[in-house]
Nanobody
Framework: VQLQASGGGLVQAGGSLRLSCAAS????????MGWYRQAPGKQRELVAM???????TVAASVKGRFTISRDNPKNTVYLQMNSLKPEDTAVYYC?????????WGQGTLVTVSS
């Protein structure tokens, strides 16, 4: 499985961005797809995760502002980010947990200016 993320960029505080991540390659029964982020000097943290049935987990720090969604036929996961704050500045990584080990996308930088 390969993951290709897109949609990052520079936005002012209060603005919105939408991240996309498409899975390709040998795709079989992908259940969970999600997003992590890593800010400078900090550990990578879970932002949101969704399963193929539509269930989702969203970090408390972004709940009510970020929404994760998924297009199963396209094997694509989205992260709609609204009301962005400077503390949301980070590299965002798409993630697919697998029994053989997690698969990561290349990361896309989101910068929120105050």
């Amino acid at each position: 499985v390969q993951l290709q993320a897109s949609g990052g960029g520079l936005v002012q505080a209060g603005g919105s961005l939408r991240l996309s991540c498409a899975a390709s390659g040998v795709i079989f029964n992908i259940n969970f797809m999600g997003w992590y982020r890593q800010a400078p000097g900090k550990q990578r943290e879970l932002v949101a995760m969704t399963n193929s049935g539509g269930g989702a987990t969203v970090a408390a720090s972004v709940k009510g502002r970020f929404t994760i969604s998924r297009d199963n036929p396209k094997n694509t996961v989205y992260l709609q980010m609204n009301s962005l704050k400077p503390e949301d500045t980070a590299v965002y990584y798409c993630n697919v947990p697998r029994a053989s080990g997690p698969v990561w996308g290349q990361g896309t930088l989101v910068t929120v200016s105050s």
